[in-house]
């Protein structure tokens, strides 16, 4: 995350008004244009074709122009394509008539100055983005930055739009609305409020460096005269990606990023013997609404927890499963169907265990290492299925009864009374009023001392202690 700096204009002007210099001089540029105009005043106004530049495999083209109340020097893109040369141009002309009007309304005291630069970013052989910026200088103190983003697919001749780049439930479930919001907030809290749901029509954004990047142009987000950039690594958007272009921007560096990222996510902490620990466990999701509520209440305390997810769900929706994940929270195995392991056959019970865990790993990469039957109804089968498939058995030693009193108040009370060390504590994320008690669960048990542990961090101490409720080796 980044400022984009003002220029200090003198500066500015007069390295522009330097190299303008120098060129009429030396007549640098293969092909320059001399013509005249005549602007809304009877000013005249030279204009030169100078310098021409391949970048990215890309042509720009600068052009300046020089008149009695103006300079300007604006770099032109082409790709070539008709189509999209066509609306990078409209947009510089835009921005040239809102500068012109400008000036005409000034005092003319000082020359103002009018610069539009561009830069080219290569992302693939055929995919690129453009970056504008243009920078006003009309009046001593008035300085005007603005930056625009185009990103480019040069194959199929087109502008990629968002809605291409990630799924259409992901941004649906405004994934990313919700991600900017919570990077602007790292810088400043006033532009997370300012951020509204309206502005994801019209995001200036782009990818390069494995990165999506993000601007706002001055007071996009309140009062500030500065572009703001947000920065987020694609390595956290990986799994919001549409397949037209993910093949394109996930590169093999990312991709190994992403499976150490998933790894460490798994990976148990050690724990002290002597520590005050709670396992928070909840059943039953990946729930489209009620799991992110609870993941935004955990990320709050910086509680780590487990969740018990159904395979089904696991594959009906792995972008949510995966933020889990990422999140630092263990993804552990809760069958497929939520069947009682009781009530059918070895082939099920086997299915429902070692097959649920497969489709987990399958769906999002993760394979669990704990697993709890629905119910807590179990038997050798179950145990037998589980060990041979490396997953603990586990089961839970305070029953909060979120899934039947659906309260608030009565689940919260609950988890009051009953939580010892090493409790392992039942949760369902698909009902909001468990949502609605876990802050002021987390508070009281952060108050009274507790750490929030995941299930595999708490087995080795439970093994130790002999004591919690779980079974397998
Ligand atoms: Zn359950």
């Not at 009620?290 to 935004?296: E, S």
């Amino acid at each position: 995350m980044q400022m984009i700096r003002e220029i200090t204009w003198p500066v500015w002007l007069l390295i522009i008004s330097l190299f303008i210099i120098l060129l009429t001089i030396i007549g640098i540029g293969a092909k320059t244009i001399k013509s005249s105009a005549t602007s809304n005043k009877e000013e005249s106004i030279t204009v030169e074709v100078n310098s021409e530049q391949i970048e990215a495999g890309i042509r720009l083209q600068t052009e300046t122009k020089e008149a009695d109340t103006f300079t300007s020097f604006v770099t032109f893109p082409f790709t070539e394509i008709e189509k999209i040369d066509k609306t990078i141009k409209n947009w510089i002309d835009e921005q040239e008539d809102n500068f012109l009007k400008l000036v005409n309304d000034s005092d003319h005291q000082q020359k103002a100055h009018l610069n539009v630069q561009t830069n080219i970013l290569k992302v693939t052989d055929h995919i690129f983005s453009i970056k504008m910026l243009v920078e006003h200088f009309i009046a001593k103190e008035t300085v005007f930055v603005k930056a625009k983003t185009f990103m480019i697919d040069r194959e199929n001749e087109k502008f990629i739009e968002l809605s291409e780049l990630f799924k259409e439930e992901a941004l649906k479930e405004d994934f990313l609305y919700l991600l900017i919001k919570e990077r602007l907030k790292e810088i400043d809290a006033n532009f997370s409020e300012s951020f509204q749901h309206e502005q994801m029509e019209n995001l200036n954004w782009f990818i390069h460096n494995q990165q999506m990047s993000i601007y706002f142009n001055p007071g996009e987000l309140g009062d500030h005269k500065e572009i703001i950039q947000v920065d987020i690594p694609l390595v956290d958007l990986h799994q919001y990606l549409d397949d037209t272009y993910k093949g394109s921007f996930i590169t093999e560096k990312i991709a190994d990023e992403i499976e150490k990222k998933k790894e460490a996510s798994q990976k148990p902490r050690t724990l002290k013997e002597d520590g005050k620990y709670v396992a928070l466990t909840f059943d039953d999701g990946p729930h489209k609404h009620v799991t992110p509520r609870i993941l935004a209440a955990l990320k709050e305390y910086d509680a780590k927890a487990t969740f018990f997810m159904l395979a089904r769900k696991v594959e009906y929706d792995p972008e949510l499963a995966l933020q889990v994940a990422y999140e630092g929270h263990e993804i552990a195995n809760h069958t497929n169907t939520h069947v009682n392991l009781n009530a059918v056959k070895a082939k099920r019970i086997k299915n429902e265990v070692q097959d649920a865990q497969q489709r987990i790993e399958k769906a999002i990469g993760i394979k669990p290492t704990t697993f709890r039957p629905p119910y807590g109804e179990y038997n050798k089968t179950v145990v037998k299925y589980a060990n041979e498939s490396d997953q603990h058995v586990i089961l839970w030693s305070v029953d909060t009864l979120d899934w039947k009193s659906r309260n608030a108040k009565s689940i919260y009370n609950i988890v009051k009374k009953q939580t010892k060390p090493g409790s392992i504590i039942l949760f369902h994320d698909i009902h909001e009023p468990t949502a609605d008690a876990l802050p002021q669960i987390l508070k009281y048990l952060s108050e009274e001392g507790y750490e929030f542990v995941t299930v595999s961090e708490l087995l080795p101490l439970i093994e130790k202690q002999g004591a919690g409720a779980y079974f397998g080796n």
